[in-house]
């Protein structure tokens, strides 16, 4: 090539002093990268955890009772628990009584520990408060016993006796009209019960037939009328419509999860759904419509040193954005969930 060629003089020399446009989108791009990269140290790595709402906070853990008004024992195997109002209740299965506490652990009355109900309950593991009472599936033996405060039982749900082995009562619900809901761990089914003690039918007779599950243990309504079972063995939550049709699932895998054993489950009042996976130390977490959000119970993430919190979780209870957590080996957790912190609830 000629010098003219090759030796232009600056005037010539375009405004990107000869460089192409390549180079110049080369540029903007590195530029953008560096942009991101520091805002990503500024929202996640400078504090060491992302910005916005945190995880659910770990309130409270109560390892045992404190003696009160009352002298309580250690509680032993404590399998459910209700709140009403600022009294929590705590159904010690081992010892086959209900506490009365506060959110501190200390405990003002005892129920069923002297009363004629002492010798009724036999390894009680669900229990509901409604109307001040106190419905306690009395596992087995079958039944439900309807407690009040006093220790009177008032009446009782018998389990319809099938053939072969005898009924298994591993969970309850009182619908706001008084009818009792019922899981039958022995034949897989829910029975329904009025609200003087009478037996109405299996879950789903007047519909497509007897509506079978597999292990079922805690379940609850909806305000629409929809039941919702927890499938101990399958770990896994079953969504069934008032005409008995199976309307979704909930599961970590969108299946069955073997490696679960879902003890007990809550809706909470803006619809999202928490199951104790007993197997597992967690409470999963999902929306309404069956989306996976999230885990409450391993690590407490907004104190990196924070211990795990839960062990065998079986008994749940929802009061307002607080979810508590009976524990059979730790006792008592208390978690305050942020409801902005799961992002997918307000996209639905």
Known sequence: MSSSETDLPNSEVGPDNGRSSRARWVDVSIVGVAVLVAAAWFLFIRDGEPA???????????????????????????????????????????????????????????VCETDACALLLDTPQDMEIHEGLFYVANTERGQVNVVDRAGTVLR??????????????????????????????????????????EFSQYFGNDTVGIFEFTDPTGLTLDEDGNLYVAEFSLGMV?????????????????????ASEASDLVIDDNGSLYL??????????????????????????????????????????????????????RGLQIYTIDPDYFVFKRAE
């Open 156 to 197: 009782t749900y018998e389990l319809p006796a099938g053939q072969g082995d005898a009924p298994r009562a591993t969970g309850v619900h009182v619908a706001p009209n008084g009818v009792v809901y019922v899981s039958d761990g022995t034949s897989g089914r829910v029975a329904i019960f009025e609200p003087d003690g």
């Open 276 to 329: 104790a996976d007993y197997k597992r130390s967690v409470v999963h977490v999902f929306s309404r419509a069956a989306r996976y959000l999230g885990i409450v119970g391993l690590v407490d993430a907004s104190r990196p040193d924070s211990p795990i919190a839960l062990l065998r979780p079986e008994g749940l209870a929802a009061d307002g954005n607080e979810i508590i957590v009976i524990d059979s080996r």
């Open 52 to 110: 916005g709402p945190l995880a659910p906070v770990l309130e409270a853990v109560i390892e045992e009772p404190i003696s009160g008004t009352v002298v309580a024992t250690d509680w032993s195997s404590p399998a459910a628990v209700a709140v009403d109002g600022d009294t929590i209740y705590v159904l010690d299965t081992g010892n086959n009584r209900i506490l009365s506490m506060d959110r501190d652990g200390v405990v003002d009355g005892i």
């Open 238 to 258: 079953r969504k069934i419509s008032p005409v008995g049709r199976e309307l979704a699932i909930f599961s970590m895998m969108g299946g069955v999860t073997r």
